[in-house]
Every structure is written in C-alpha cells, then in structure tokens.
C-alpha cells in the first residue's frame, strides 16, 4: 500500500517550485500554464499516474444473410470435390444440387447490387 506523505506535507521540491513561480516574472497565462503543471506533478507525486488502456478494436461479424453466402460457397466446394469423386449414377444428383445452390447464390448476389443502388 502506497503511503500518502504529500496530505500531510510538501515535498522539498515542490516548496522550491512554488517559490519559483512567485518569484517569476510574465504574463497571465505563462504563469497560470505553471502552476497547471505544478498542480499535475504535485498529484502525480502523490497520488501516480493511471495509464490508459489500449482498446483492442472489435471484431466485425458477419451479417446474417453474408454467413449465408459463406455457407452456400462451401457447400458448393464441397459438391464439386464430391462430384469428381462419385460414380456416375450419383453425378445426376449432385448436378442438381449443385444448380440449387447456384441459384441460391445468384439470388443472394442480386440482392445484393440492388441493395448498393
């Protein structure tokens, strides 16, 4: 726990500050930006200094109808790998999966161009 001895008494070196700026010549304003810092190291001896935190900027999710269009692409890749693979009594199957979803994704992309107009 960190011992507050500025409540009870000035340091020897913010007794020579203050000496200092009443002693100094100047304007207004250069006297008052001086006692602004004295005023901060005071407290800053005193009491510390609390560091910001730096603030992680957030993660942007995807909407709804774009975790969609991700899904329906996979799928896609995934039919296509399939259908290299599958006999030909299968191929017919998956054509017409795979023309399902080409027109889910054309449909999804359509929105889309109207949306951005």
Known sequence: ????VCRTSISLSQRRKVQTLERQG??????????GELIYSYGAECFGVVEKRKRTPPIPTKSRRQQEIDRLIMEKRQLKKLWTKAPDEEKEGINLL????????????????????
């Open 1 to 4: 726990m960190k011992t507050n």
């Open 26 to 35: 100047g304007s207004a304003v250069k006297k008052l930006e001086r006692m």
């Open 98 to 117: 795979q023309t399902d979803i080409k027109a889910r994704l054309i449909a999804e992309n359509l929105r889309k161009k109207c949306r951005k107009k």
